[in-house]
């Protein structure tokens, strides 16, 4: 079975660094085509695609967001970690990880999700 | 990258079938068979519906079915019920490891 669950600050304050952790299991990030990928969605909007991570420790993000944010990951602790500094509170979102696949698989899609950690940022 | 464009909400009769659009680009649904779709009732996380423009995983139900023509791509749902009320959003690869959402329908059962 396959699981990820996403971990961090509830609350911050504007100007503050957000760092939330998407640990999971079922799959390992060491295996070729592996990726995971970081989702947001704002209060009653949509969904936004803000960045992945892969197996091979490349990373690529959402370009109006790239200057603040950085993934790293821990595959022999099966774990993810995003970074999105000088948060605002426009950056009030529920913040998903979920796996995806990168050539094989549900290729591109993201086939689990985490449940959602919820930041709100306000003074 | 723009969202793709979802039409804001879609509503049928329960046994009826809709169908819902996502509008993209020649940069996007219009160079990728890339798309996927997802259902997410309110509180809840998405749930994969179709990969790969047609592909349903294992355990969603044969009602769902979508395609792809040109820089457009749609999901109907047969035989609507009303479990089948939530949001819905698209979402295309986009080159260069990249992926974009829709903007989401919201489908009412009526």
């Known amino acids: 079975q396959i699981t990820l669950r996403e971990s961090g600050p509830a609350l911050l304050k504007p100007t503050q660094t957000l760092t939330l952790t998407c640990t999971f299991s079922?799959?390992?990030?060491?295996?070729?085509?592996?990726?995971v990928g970081w989702i947001r969605q704002p209060p009653g909007k949509a969904l936004e695609w803000l960045g992945r991570?892969?197996?091979?420790?490349?990373?690529y993000y959402t370009a109006s967001l790239k200057p603040r944010l950085t993934l790293s990951k821990d595959s022999s602790r099966n774990l993810v970690v995003l970074t999105m500094t000088n948060m605002d509170p426009v950056d009030t979102a529920t913040y998903y990880c979920?796996?995806?696949?990168?050539?094989?698989?549900?290729?591109?899609?993201?086939?689990?999700w985490g449940q959602g950690a919820v930041v709100t940022v306000s003074s | 990258q723009s969202a793709l464009a979802q039409p804001a909400s879609v509503s049928g009769s329960p046994g009826q079938s809709i169908t819902m659009s996502c509008t993209g680009s020649?940069?996007?649904?219009?160079?990728?068979?890339?798309v996927s779709w997802y259902q997410q009732h309110p509180g809840k996380a998405p749930k994969l519906l179709i990969y790969e423009v047609t592909k349903r995983p294992s355990g969603v139900s044969h009602r769902f079915s979508a395609s792809k023509s040109g820089n457009t791509a749609s999901l109907t749902i047969s035989g609507l019920q009303a479990e089948d009320e939530a949001d819905y959003y698209c979402c295309s690869y986009a080159g260069t490891s990249t992926s974009v959402f829709g903007t989401g329908t919201t489908v009412t059962v009526l």
């Open positions: 020649a940069s996007d649904i219009g160079s990728y068979d890339r």
């Open positions: 979920a796996r995806t696949q990168d050539g094989s698989g549900a290729n591109q899609a993201f086939d689990v």
């Open positions: 079922g799959f390992s990030l060491n295996t070729r085509g592996m990726c």
């Open positions: 991570i892969d197996w091979d420790d490349e990373k």
